[in-house]
């Protein structure tokens, strides 16, 4: 529909009585909605094929194709569409099916014009419900991902602080083969080395060498 937005409620109308499809055209429009209308089974599928609706208002009963084929595809189309069924078979197995076909809600002909404001209005709140919900799913995923890889650079960040602080610990070569080292550091020259092994930074086969000479060197 021309000047369609987004944030729009999408509403498809299908009824073969282009009477009373029209009629229901100007009971359901209004600015927040863009309103199509179909007045045959197959040419709604058609018009599924080519859009995305929220909400599907289908007769029963209609040449080619009926409401329940309609029904069944709009579903397939957009799992989350909402999908009223209008009928004048007033029968309780039709009911039943409908429902368990996945209909939002059933409308039986003769219908009140209060009637179908009020189904339609309760599935427009449906919609925007959901699409809120959506809307905030989407905004905690997109959060958590920042928080994702806030907490990443923040690990990262405190990684290097700690090879830096061990680096600038760790007795050199020349410091750990000079015999004349002060015995009183050999401890902490081991805590050292261990945590310089535990954060990668020296190899085993490095960690094994350096360990061994400051033992010698205490014992």
């Known amino acids: ?54 909400l599907v208002i289908v007769d029963l009963i209609m040449p080619r194709m009926g409401g329940l084929d309609v029904l069944k595809y709009a579903i397939k189309s957009n799992p989350d569409a909402l999908v009223i069924i209008i009928t004048g078979y007033a029968s309780l197995e039709t009911a039943v099916t409908a429902i368990k076909e996945g209909a939002y809600d059933y409308i039986r002909k003769p219908w009140k014009l209060e009637e179908i404001k009020i189904v339609v209005e309760n599935a427009v709140d449906k919609i925007k419900l959901h699409r809120e919900n959506r809307e905030l799913l989407k905004k905690l995923q997109n959060a ?53 092994r535990e954060s990668g930074t020296l190899t085993a086969s490095e960690f094994k060498a350096f360990k061994s000479h400051l033992l010698k060197m205490i014992t």
């Open 144 to 196: 958590y991902h920042e928080l994702v890889v806030l907490k990443a650079k923040k690990n990262e960040d405190d990684k290097i602080a700690k090879i830096k602080f061990f680096s600038s610990n760790m007795p050199n070569l020349h410091y750990l083969y000079n015999n004349s080292s002060p015995s009183s550091s050999y401890v902490d020259e081991l805590q050292a080395l261990s945590s310089l």
């Open 1 to 54: 529909m021309p000047g369609e937005t987004s944030q729009q409620i999408k509403i498809l109308i299908v009824d073969d009585d282009r009477d009373i499809a029209d009629i229901l055209v100007d009971i359901v429009s209004n600015k927040e909605r863009a309103v199509d209308v179909c007045y045959d089974g197959v040419d709604a599928v058609k018009s599924i094929q080519r859009s995305v609706y929220d």
